[in-house]
Each structure stands twice: as C-alpha cells, then as structure tokens.
C-alpha cells in the first residue's frame, strides 16, 4: 500500500478539487476525519469537510454510503472503484470516483484518498 508520503499532489495538480484527504482514526468505532475536503466537491455538495468528521456529513444516505465505502477500503485494504449516479439538489449527477487506502506502516490504513470526479447529467 502506498502511503501519503508516495503521494505528490503537484503531479496531481489537474484534479485537486476533485480529492479528499482523509485520516482513520481509531479502531472501535473507527472514525474519518478529512485532512482535505476538495473545493469542488465541497461546492457541489454545499458543504466544507475539511477538519470534520464523516459523522458531521448533514445527509443521511450520503453520510452512510461514505461510511460503508471507507470501512469496505480499511477492511480490505483495496481500492475501490464506483460508478454511481445521485440526485444532488435536484439534479442528476453520475459520479465516478476511485478510493485508495494509504499505509504508513505498510500492514495497517490510517489514510484515505479518495478520488471523487461528478459530471452532470443531461435532461
């Protein structure tokens, strides 16, 4: 597993909006805390999660498919590849996005990068 350290975010520069950052707290419960919350998906969505928890995420549905998605990539300790479509304030959004777990030790996860690229849908 790559660890945050692996990670240049200059050769990343093109889609930083697009990227969260996050941090695995703790063990039972296991909790998230975004280092970086990306400005475009903080736009889109309407609120900044920077420095909070996935637990302070205002939307039920999202707040718990955020929660499967993370524990699933610390469980398995795997990337996850999603192609999902929601309603975001009334309009259809398809989402594509990658998750990435980060090790520092190179056993355990204690980051998250998950990649997260919303494209409007027609109609």
């Known amino acids: 597993m790559p660890s945050r350290a692996d990670i240049d975010p ?3 520069r093109d889609c930083l909006g ?3 950052l996050l941090d695995v707290v703790g063990e039972a419960p296991r909790r998230f ?3 970086v919350d990306g400005s475009n998906l903080a736009s889109l969505s309407g609120f900044e999660l920077t420095g909070k928890f996935v637990e302070d995420v205002p939307d039920p549905a999202y707040r718990g ?8 990539v610390v469980r398995e300790k795997t990337p996850v590849f999603l192609a999902v479509t929601a309603d975001w ?3 259809g959004i398809e989402e594509i996005s990658v998750t990435l777990p980060l090790s520092s030790d190179g056993l355990s996860v204690d980051g ?3 990649a997260v690229f919303p494209m ?3 109609g």
């Open 18 to 20: 697009n990227l969260c």
């Open 120 to 122: 409007r849908l027609e």
């Open 89 to 91: 304030k009334g309009c």
């Open 10 to 12: 200059l050769d990343l």
């Open 112 to 114: 998250i990068l998950d």
């Open 33 to 35: 805390r975004f280092r």
């Open 65 to 72: 498919f955020m929660l499967a998605l993370y524990e699933r």
